[in-house]
């Protein structure tokens, strides 16, 4: 029986609260099982609102480089024009701890990772205001000693957040608490070598119950994780680099889906379903490759620093055979770590000191300008935002036609450590990560 309800609702969810009939209110506070059952349907409607009552937002960025690991926002609405001083700051959060990891954004809550006093961690804060949702340690602190802490950056599907610290430590944790549900080692577990000695940085690909991601090694050197344990379901065998720093993505060439990966001796194609090797070119780095590939058409555009530049690849396919031509390698544009964005044939980001576009067809050069220098790009509104190593951040506008530098600012409380987190847009907000802090900016025109 009922003798009185309560009824919450918003555009996410209802509740009704009820009182069971014969409970007593003492006219000068509440009943002690009253106080009772509002405790535990607080706690429940807190479990509630966040496991069910948050919607993904079309804006959200859940993932690398954005919903489809492009570096490109899809957002509109955005300012054109930043104020003098940079945009306006809606909040500052504290306690990320240290790293070089970005953030992912997904239903309401920010993901990262940094080292804290037990260890490297996954971190989720909330979207509204920063504030600490939960931490979860995923291994060991530390690394390289000139540059400690965490590199990658999480990505959140169906629930589930998958991360990879800089010492190969790969785990899924649940999204709303936090939990481990499973780890591996990608050294111990599937035989992993890299090229080089920064550690771990590649951030896991999920796709559908997949998780993908880059041991390196005479074992393979792309590995497919089952999302639900971990467990192996496939290595690729016959394709043995070691790993780079580079983040595989996925594309469509010649009617195949496929992932595409970057090491320091090649570049390749791989079958989803069994991890066999479709193609595969020779491309030799240098010290790090790092820098994504991008695709268009049957052209893949990979790049990466130390006076190697870039490439690029035209894959053909006959019935089932498949081959590679290279197109052209200049050094037009060699970016180190930043990232380069496609948009409408034309390949964008840093060199050194400037910012550069190269025709991804012919890999001519289209344009070289000064800028804030050396840094992280994304495309957000029809803009390019481009994060300085030392700090700075400008908003371009950029055609073949040219660029042009429409705004800039000096993020305030540098740390000491280089910015080399690349930037993201995700619902109306910029967020810039800088080791133990993150920044939230509103970019969204009122």
Known sequence: MVSSALVHYNEHYLFILTKPEGLDIHPFGIHTSLMKFTVLFLSLLSFVTIQFGLKAKAGDW???????????????????KWPEGGPTLAWKATGLGVGFSSVAVSKGVIYTLGDLEDGSCVIALSEKDGTLIWKSRIGAAGGHKGYPGTRSTPTVDGGQVFALNQHSDIACVDAVSGKLLWKKNLVTDFGGKMMSGWKYSESPLVDEDRVICTPGGKDGTLVALGRKTGAKLWQTSEWTDAAGYSSVVVATIHGVR?????????????????????????????????????????????????????????????????????????????????????????????????????????????????????????????????????????????????????????????????????????????????????????????
């Open 62 to 80: 859940p993932q690398w480089r954005g919903s489809d690991r492009d570096g490109i926002s899809k957002e509109k609405g955005l300012l054109e």
């Open 258 to 446: 496929q992932y595409i990966q970057l090491t320091g001796a090649s570049v390749a194609g791989v079958d989803p379903e069994t991890g066999k090797v479709l193609w595969k070119a020779a491309r030799p780095g240098r010290t790090a490759v790092i820098t994504t590939p991008v695709i268009d058409g049957d052209v893949v555009f990979v790049t990466s620093g130390y006076g190697v530049g870039c490439n690029g690849f035209r894959i053909t396919k006959e019935g089932s055979d498949w081959s590679t031509q290279e197109i052209y390698a200049n050094t037009n544009l060699a970016n180190h770590h930043g990232g380069v964005v496609l948009v409408d044939g034309h390949v964008y980001g840093s060199t050194g000191g400037t910012f550069r576009c190269v025709a991804i067809k012919s890999g001519e050069e289209v344009f070289k300008e000064r800028s804030v220098g050396k840094g992280a790009t994304l495309y957000a509104g029809g803009r390019f935002i481009l994060r300085s190593e030392k700090g700075p951040v400008a908003l371009i506008e950029a055609t073949p036609e040219g660029m042009k530098e429409i705004s800039q600012f000096e993020q305030p409380d540098r740390s000491s450590a280089r910015a080399w987190p690349h930037p993201v847009v995700a619902n109306g907000k910029l967020y810039l990560r800088d080791q133990n802090i993150l920044l939230s900016y509103s970019v969204t025109e009122k």
